[in-house]
């Protein structure tokens, strides 16, 4: 485990390209949406100055620059098996007081597992991992963050949906990189049950993946009203059924405007008549 001081020693270990510390986690020109994006999905969802979250390959700190400033000291991890990127990310975006400050830590193994850290946590961010995973490794890691969830815990996770399977899908089985791997949503919901997640599927900005939030209880995971006030509950959608428009799918608020406008119209009929 790479703790403060153990981080430090790391320095002069790798020196890989720096300036390809952005385009490495994805497109360049998304880098700073997508952190942003990552933090303000977690604090719409409850994250506190107190939790403590893991950043399950945090990368070059694409969500980190925002969360280590917010989080108490102590209270941020991250796994990433390539500590260039976060030599990087400590010299050209947060410095490195950051580590005197807010005492991070990292570890650098590249096993997927979580039980190295010794702890449970609050939240654990997931962001454009799955969608490198094939087959064979996604259930993997998918108890790994079950593993190292708290019982009252969130973990936010991305996936590249699909509607149907795509080639990538059935020949890549391993750490797929820098190609995705596709799944269909109710594959993601099977996979998370089966490793013991209730799981709901996030309506957030994102231009490629889809979010979802998992929890050991479906209790834990967000309400209609949170994923509402949040911005994260799906679209009403309308199926026509025998010739008229039904409402299949609706968020309450647009639900409490169609109520009023039925009611309106009947009062309407019964004041005309
Ligand atoms: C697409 S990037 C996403 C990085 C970060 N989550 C973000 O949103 O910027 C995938 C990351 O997974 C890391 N990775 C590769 N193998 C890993 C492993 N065994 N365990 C954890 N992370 C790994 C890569 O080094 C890379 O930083």
Known sequence: MYGVTQFRELKTAHRAVPDDYMAYV??????DL???AQFSLLVALGLRH???????????LRAGRFLLPFLDPGHYYGLEPNTWLLEAALDRQLGRDMLDIKQPTFLSHDSFGTGEFGRRFDYILAHSILSHTGPGLIDRVLSQIVAGLADDGLALVTVCQARWPRRSEAKSH???????????????????RAAGFHSVALRWRHPRQRWYALAHHPARLPSARQRLMAGTYPRASLRKTAGRQVIERCPPHIWERVLAIRWRRGRGRTAGS
């Not at 994805?26 to 880098?31: L, M, R």
């Not at 107190?50 to 070059?60: M, N, R, T």
């Not at 391993?174 to 998370?192: I, K, N, Q, T």
């Open 26 to 31: 994805g497109p360049a020109v998304d880098y």
């Open 34 to 36: 997508l952190g942003a």
């Open 50 to 60: 107190h939790h403590a979250l893991l950043d399950y390959g945090c990368g070059s």
């Open 174 to 192: 391993g750490w797929v990189y820098p190609e995705a791997v596709w799944y269909r949503a109710s594959d993601v919901r099977a996979r998370a």
